[in-house]
């Protein structure tokens, strides 16, 4: 088979194709196709010449109209008055608050160690708890709670003083100040 150029090809076809193929707003790859393909076997050619006929649909023109005081958009002009409106193709990716003032909710901060209320000691992790618990000792700072986790209840209470008792002797007295263990003898 011969190679086929745009030149051979039947002067009726031509007549309608070459407005589409030389067209400026022909995306510069179709065109690129037609020089590329109009090297190849006729078929091919007359392929690719076809599909540059088909209209481009997302070059399309977008008109705007007023009718009866209201705005109408079209994809064909609508009436003498009829304004072509340029779009802008939309971007895909990055922020969509460019050239904005925004400002970016942040949590409050939160207090250090010295500024919670509560206890000295904070929290203490469960496993650190057992492991007191099993050994019969506290800290100083430890909440009430944890005290009565890891001694039970006291048996009687002298002031602010938990006493703790064992066969009718004391076995010791622990000072709770605000919920807090302050000291103990």
């Not at 995306?27 to 006729?42: A, D, G, I, K, W």
């Not at 997302?58 to 209201?70: L, T």
């Not at 608050?97 to 904070?122: H, I, K, L, N, Y």
Request: net charge positive; hydrophobic share 35%.
């Amino acid at each position: 088979m011969r190679p086929l150029s745009i030149q051979r090809l039947p002067t009726r076809i031509l007549s309608v194709l070459t407005p589409a193929l030389l067209s400026e707003r022909m995306p510069t790859f179709r065109r690129h196709l037609v020089r590329t393909f109009s090297r190849q076997p006729r078929w091919l050619a007359l392929v690719v010449a076809m599909g540059a006929a088909v209209p481009n649909l997302g070059m399309a023109d977008i008109y705007r109209c007023e009718r009866a005081h209201q705005t109408v958009f079209s994809d064909s002009p609508c009436g003498q008055n009829a304004l072509t409106i340029t779009v802008d193709p939309a971007h895909t990716g990055g922020r969509l608050d460019t050239g904005t003032d925004v400002t970016f909710w942040q949590p409050p901060e939160r207090a250090t160690r010295s500024q919670q209320p509560g206890c000295q000691a904070g929290y203490i992790q469960s496993t650190e708890l057992r492991r007191l618990r099993v050994k019969q000792r506290v800290r100083e700072g430890m909440t009430a709670k944890q005290v009565r986790y890891i001694l039970g209840s006291p048996d009687s209470h002298d002031g602010q003083w938990w006493v703790y008792r064992r066969k009718g002797e004391e076995t010791g007295r622990y000072l709770m100040r605000n919920g807090c263990l302050a000291r103990w003898r």
